[in-house]
């Protein structure tokens, strides 16, 4: 049993409005159109796909399906049924057994679907997939109902519709331009076509809407992860005092390698540690002079860089400054929005607060500054290159 597919692509995409046919614009990291023929060969029952483009696109689609078993493209016609016939006839030389019509602006085939066709063309000459109506219908004019129309026995069709190929050929006389698909033709002909079960995910992209709704369904599930930093900084004469990106009046500074905002690589630290990348030391090594008295704030642009890379978010950030001197909560404002800056977030997913040791140990006697921070971070996968790279 050979199974062919005709894969249209020719249409203009007038509903969808953009600039290049909705078939070939990106979706989840690939063109709609391969979606689609990924989709029909999924199922391993689709020998070879045809595809039926407009005139001077053929290089494009050969292009999207490289390394798919795809014939060569040809070009269809003004209307559906002009393509259909164009893709037929390419096929007619060396005709195979069954025929699926698929749209290319359909890129999701729930599994199963080619099998039940190909197991209702046992049967019937075709078969398409087809969802029961599930809401009141009206008929509308002028912004007005003008009926209610009855929903029973009323059906979505979808495609791929499958067909032994010598019906829909023999049934090719019948096709109206205004047919919209491709049974139509075989009923036109006065051939049986049975309904299979269709699926609600199998969503003809025919609106932006429809493209942005794709492109949420595809998107990877994403996963909580957590993260902790710690850092403590000695406080000397002379130096600026950086807090979260701030400088504070103060009349001592940070020590360290960098500019020493230790609340700042408390924060880097938590980023790290929730993308299991190491640590801020592996990134920004206190031996390497590049980063001496270094802006801090290069660091947490790295952070935010990397979880973009990864394809993650920050849901929120908890960053507590441990020390007795200076007061924090004057600056905790503009330390949260210097902070939100940096990471590209709204400030309400950052906190800043202060608490003190009661006057005990080095931040007590201020001899330094620690600082401790938590972040939750949305990741698409779990991180297992990065675990493998960290230290
Ligand atoms: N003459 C045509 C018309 C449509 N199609 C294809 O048939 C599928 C479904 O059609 P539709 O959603 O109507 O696409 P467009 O015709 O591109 O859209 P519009 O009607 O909004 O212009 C699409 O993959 C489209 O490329 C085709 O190959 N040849
Ligand atoms: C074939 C089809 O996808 C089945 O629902 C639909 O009829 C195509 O309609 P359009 O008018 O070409 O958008």
């Known amino acids: 049993m050979r199974i062919m597919a005709l894969l249209l692509a020719a249409g203009g995409g007038t509903r969808f409005g953009a600039a290049t046919p909705k078939q070939f614009l990106p979706l989840a990291g690939k063109a709609v159109l391969r979606h689609a023929a990924e989709a029909l060969l999924r199922e391993g029952l689709v020998e070879a796909i045809q595809p039926v483009c407009a005139p001077?696109?053929?290089?494009?689609?050969?292009?999207?399906?490289?390394?798919?078993?795809?014939?060569?493209?040809v070009i269809g016609g003004a209307s559906r049924q002009d393509s259909v016939?164009?893709?037929?006839?390419?096929?007619?030389?060396?005709?195979?057994?069954?025929?699926?019509?698929?749209?290319?602006?359909?890129?999701?085939?729930?599994?199963?679907?080619?099998?039940?066709?190909?197991?209702?063309?046992?049967?019937?000459?075709?078969?398409?997939?087809?969802?029961?109506?599930?809401?009141?219908?009206?008929?509308?004019?002028?912004?007005?109902?003008?009926?209610?129309?009855?929903?029973?026995?009323?059906?979505?069709?979808?495609?791929?519709?499958?067909?032994?190929?010598?019906?829909?050929?023999?049934?090719?006389?019948?096709?109206?331009?205004?047919?919209?698909?491709?049974?139509?033709v075989l009923e036109a002909a006065g051939m049986a076509v049975a309904l299979v079960p269709g699926h609600p995910d199998n969503i003809k992209i025919t609106w932006p809407e429809d493209l942005a709704r794709m492109e949420r369904m595809m998107a990877p599930a994403l996963l909580p992860y957590v993260g902790t930093g710690f850092d403590v900084h000695r406080l000397v004469p002379g130096r600026p005092l950086v807090l979260c990106g701030i400088t504070v009046p103060h009349e001592k500074g940070l020590d360290g390698h960098s500019d020493a905002d230790v609340g700042l690589h408390a924060l880097c630290d938590a980023i790290y540690g929730a993308l299991a990348e190491g640590d801020i030391g592996r990134w920004?090594?206190?031996?390497?002079?590049e980063w001496k008295d270094a802006d801090s704030a290069r660091?947490?642009?790295?952070?935010?860089?990397?979880?973009?890379?990864?394809?993650?978010?920050l849901v929120?950030?908890?960053?507590?400054?441990?020390?007795?001197?200076?007061?924090?909560?004057?600056?905790?404002?503009?330390?949260?929005?210097?902070?939100?800056?940096?990471?590209?977030?709204?400030m309400a997913a950052i906190s800043v607060k202060a608490t003190t040791t009661e006057r005990l140990g080095f931040t007590g006697r201020g001899?330094?500054?620690?600082?401790?921070?938590?972040?939750?971070?949305?990741?698409p996968e779990p991180p297992q290159a990065a675990s493998n790279a960290a230290s």
């Open 85 to 184: 016939a164009a893709g037929l006839a390419a096929l007619a030389a060396d005709p195979p057994d069954l025929v699926l019509v698929h749209d290319g602006a359909r890129p999701l085939i729930p599994p199963g679907t080619i099998a039940a066709l190909v197991a209702a063309l046992a049967e019937h000459p075709g078969a398409i997939p087809a969802l029961a109506v599930a809401e009141t219908l009206k008929r509308g004019e002028s912004g007005l109902i003008a009926a209610t129309v009855p929903r029973d026995k009323l059906f979505r069709a979808q495609t791929p519709q499958a067909f032994r190929f010598a019906a829909l050929r023999a049934a090719q006389g019948f096709a109206s331009a205004a047919a919209t698909d491709d049974a139509s």
């Open 299 to 313: 660091f947490l642009t790295h952070a935010a860089g990397r979880i973009a890379a990864r394809g993650g978010r």
């Open 284 to 289: 920004f090594p206190p031996s390497e002079a």
């Open 367 to 379: 001899e330094g500054i620690a600082a401790q921070a938590a972040v939750m971070l949305l990741l």
């Open 56 to 73: 001077g696109a053929e290089a494009q689609v050969a292009a999207l399906l490289a390394g798919l078993p795809v014939r060569p493209p």
């Open 316 to 346: 929120n950030a908890d960053v507590t400054l441990i020390c007795e001197r200076p007061k924090i909560t004057p600056h905790a404002g503009a330390m949260r929005a210097r902070l939100a800056a940096l990471l590209g977030v709204d």
